[in-house]
């Protein structure tokens, strides 16, 4: 099966879980997600300053990358924490885990005073997973609204993104079986549409589709048979000191595979030639693909997200 196929069948169900969500009364008519999403934004013309929330699978280093790769001018800040939730960040009263630890760099600033700044041509947000869970009990398309919201205040306004991730590779139901099901079941239907209104004034939020990247990455490569550095989708996720697998976080070469996707979506260019040696945030060397899995990476960024409406991209 071609990515071209895969893609074809992605759209067929996200369309099928829009009609779906409509006919139960809880999203937006296919009509209007339709012309909401018909037009591109317009590429940008200078370099961006972006401000990212979210947590550890946004982590310090896949920003640090993606300011390398967007070159000089574009900037950056965030607030993060362990498993947070878009609620967590907006209560005062709600606890970051990990506050301390995520934001003790200089890349650190409020959420609540950056956003609502004007000082950012782009926002990106993300929520907490596992993401069936955020919905249920810490009211995300609520939250959602209310920092999209806040950055629609804001003068001048922001784009605004929300960062499709991803979940454990040991999911019961399995994890490119659930990478399929949840873009249009619960990021779209349950966040990404309900912000959406019929005849608003201000553009619709745009998705950044790391997880629909990172399976159509992986079922390349696992097809092929492995590629240099890359045998499985076990080598883009870290490894603890005992050797054994961490199944949610990324290593560096899923870090640059994420950072791929949020520069062709928030500048609209294909990352094919793109450098993959690359630093952390700290200044140490990351881990690089290969030359042929930086290829591969670029080739699947560029096809996924050129080929996604909601990502604002044209094709």
Do not use: C
């Amino acid at each position: 099966m071609t990515v071209w196929t895969l893609l074809g069948l992605l759209a067929l169900a996200i369309t099928l879980v829009a009609s779906w969500a409509f006919l139960r009364g809880k999203g937006p008519s296919a009509e209007v997600v339709s012309a909401a999403y018909a037009a591109p934004l317009p590429a940008p013309e200078a370099p961006l300053r972006v401000f990212h929330l979210g947590h550890s699978l946004v982590g310090r280093d896949m920003p640090a990358m993606l300011a390398q790769l967007a070159g000089d001018g574009h900037r950056y800040e965030s607030q993060l924490g362990w498993g947070t939730s878009l609620k967590e960040h907006w209560e005062p009263g709600q606890p970051i885990n990990g506050f301390e630890a995520e934001n003790d760099h200089p890349r650190y600033r409020d959420a609540r005073e950056a956003i609502g700044s004007g000082d950012y041509d782009a926002v990106v947000l993300t929520e907490m997973v596992e993401i069936r869970d955020a919905i249920k009990y810490h009211d995300s398309a609520r939250y959602l609204r209310k920092w999209a919201a806040l950055a629609r205040q804001a003068d001048p306004a922001p784009r605004l993104y929300l960062y499709e991730s991803w979940h454990h590779l040991d999911d019961p139901k399995g994890w490119l079986a659930r990478l399929d099901m949840d873009l249009g079941q619960y990021w779209e239907d349950e966040l990404l549409l309900r912000d959406l209104e019929a005849g608003a004034d201000y553009p619709p939020m745009r998705v950044i589709p790391a997880g629909q990247v990172l399976a159509h990455f992986v079922r390349s490569v696992e097809t092929m048979g492995g590629l240099e550095n890359v045998q499985t989708r076990e080598d883009l996720f870290q490894r603890r000191e005992d050797g054994s697998l961490d199944t949610i976080h990324v290593n560096d070469l899923g870090a640059y595979l994420v950072a791929l996707t949020h520069y062709a979506v928030l500048y609209h260019r294909s990352p094919l030639g793109l450098p993959y040696q690359l630093q952390r945030a700290d200044g140490s060397a990351a881990e690089p693909p290969g030359p042929q899995v930086a290829e591969l990476m670029q080739k699947t960024v560029w096809e996924v997200v050129s080929h996604y409406p909601k990502t604002g991209v044209a094709p």
